[in-house]
């Protein structure tokens, strides 16, 4: 499986960019997927994750403010609006692949830059 995210760049506070990662490879065996995000000295955190169940959980920060969609079955888009500061980082696709519940293997993209000036 490989990931490859688009989309991040330099934004203004309040405003919107929208993330994409496409999916390739053996995405039929993809359990979960979803977004992360780190800032220098913190460590990666989730910002929204989509479940074997269809379901989405959203970090608290980030919550009525993004949105993640599937735009086709290849393709994982992360919608942000009223951008603040904070949610400056990198931000990375990923998805696992599980068995009998149990993580087995993890994918990341490459990472794409969000930087949101005050």
């Known amino acids: 499986v490989q990931l490859a995210e688009s989309g991040g760049g330099l934004v203004q506070a309040g405003g919107s960019l929208r993330l994409s990662c496409t999916m390739s490879?053996?995405?039929?065996?993809?359990?979960?997927k979803g977004w992360y995000r780190q800032v220098p000295g913190k460590e990666r955190e989730e910002v929204a994750i989509?479940?074997?169940?269809?379901?989405i959980i959203y970090a608290d920060s980030v919550k009525g403010r993004f949105t993640m969609s599937r735009e086709n079955t290849q393709t994982l888009t992360l919608q942000m609006d009223s951008l603040k500061p904070e949610d400056t980082g990198v931000y990375y696709c990923?998805?696992?692949?599980?068995?009998?519940?149990?993580?087995?293997?993890?994918?990341w993209g490459q990472g794409t830059q969000v930087t949101v000036s005050a």
């Open positions: 490879g053996d995405t039929f065996i993809i359990v979960d």
């Open positions: 989509q479940d074997s169940r269809g379901r």
């Open positions: 990923h998805a696992n692949y599980k068995a009998l519940g149990v993580v087995r293997e993890e994918f």
